[in-house]
């Protein structure tokens, strides 16, 4: 979800916390990206793992695993991926307008999916900060809305690969690219560094919603151990403590009971697209 660097200590009093309800010792560990954090679960290197919708779908579908919890941001239980830009003049076809310091247009405003992808059809040409093709949010749905509006995403377009969604925002703000793709909205992870960030990459379309992220337990914990975790993940995320925690780590503010049917969609999406 965002650069690696500080999240293992970030995410101590989240392990601590399941170190002390299970009595046995839990370790957080960073994966180079989402498909290795599958990978590591399949190979019994790893037992709890936070992960985005389709690689929810992969550890239960390739490996067993049960999908237990997923997150809710600000009570949404879906979130659309969005395009951001620092060219608004070319990409908005309305004035943009401003939520909580952030400027959206076309729609996008209205911060639910899909929205302004009349538009995406400029970016043609552009250079476009992407995350891999493991991502829903940073590759797998904006990719697809531009392929159903015509671009040609492999000659159409120049890739800037970016191996996180704070690194997509920061490609855009920097100049490095005049297009990124990110969750919604993956802009507040780096305000703090950078405060006017809000003002400087424009949100301009948002697509179809994505499942929320969540949590899957490898089958080789017991259905007991299964549940004590479950437990108690969702009863740290109602504490006040361990909502402000989740938030640090990864903007969620709430987990709840996982509806594993709804990861379907996203499974398709990838299909679409040729990457299961």
């Given at each position: 979800s965002q650069d690696?660097?500080?999240?293992?200590?970030?995410?101590?009093?989240?392990?601590?916390?399941?170190?002390?309800?299970?009595?046995?010792?839990?370790?957080?560990?960073?994966?180079?990206?989402y498909q290795a954090a599958v990978e590591a679960m399949g190979a019994?290197?790893?037992?709890?793992?936070?992960?985005?919708?389709l690689q929810l779908w992969q550890a239960s579908d390739k490996y067993g695993a049960k999908v237990v919890l997923q997150t809710e941001r600000n009570g949404n239980i879906t979130y659309p991926a969005q395009f951001m830009t620092n060219n608004p003049d070319?990409?908005?076809?309305?004035?943009?307008?401003?939520?909580?310091?952030?400027?959206?247009?076309?729609?996008?405003?209205?911060?639910?999916?899909?929205?302004?992808?009349?538009?995406?059809?400029?970016?043609?040409?552009?250079?476009?900060?992407?995350?891999?093709?493991?991502?829903?949010?940073?590759y797998i749905y904006p990719v697809l809305a531009l392929q159903e509006a015509g671009i040609n995403t492999d000659s159409d377009i120049e890739k800037?690969?970016?191996?996180?969604?704070?690194?997509?925002?920061?490609?855009?703000?920097?100049?490095?690219?005049?297009?990124?793709?990110?969750?919604w909205d993956a802009r507040t992870i780096v305000k703090k560094d950078v405060p006017d960030v809000g003002q400087k990459v424009v949100v301009f379309a948002m697509t179809d919603e994505i499942p929320n992220d969540g949590v899957a337990l490898t089958s080789d914990l017991s259905p007991e151990l299964q549940q004590k975790i479950t437990d108690a993940l969702e009863e740290y995320s109602s504490s006040d403590e361990?909502?402000?925690?989740?938030?640090?780590?990864?903007?969620?503010?709430?987990?709840?009971?996982?509806?594993?049917?709804?990861?379907?969609?996203?499974?398709?999406?990838?299909?679409?697209?040729?990457?299961?």
């Open positions: 690696q660097n500080g999240l293992v200590d970030t995410a101590k009093p989240l392990t601590d916390m399941l170190t002390e309800k299970l009595g046995i010792p839990v370790t957080g560990v960073v994966a180079k990206d019994g290197q790893a037992q709890i793992g936070f992960l985005p919708s070319k990409y908005c076809d309305d004035t943009p307008v401003e939520r909580d310091g952030m400027l959206f247009c076309n729609g996008a405003d209205a911060m639910k999916g899909p929205a302004g992808l009349d538009s995406i059809t400029k970016v043609k040409g552009a250079k476009v900060a992407m995350l891999g093709p493991g991502s829903p949010a940073g800037l690969p970016v191996t996180a969604n704070d690194a997509s925002v920061l490609a855009v703000y920097n100049g490095d690219a005049e297009v990124g793709f990110s969750f361990g909502s402000k925690v989740l938030q640090s780590i990864y903007s969620i503010t709430k987990l709840a009971p996982a509806d594993p049917a709804s990861l379907d969609v996203v499974a398709r999406a990838a299909q679409q697209l040729g990457l299961q």
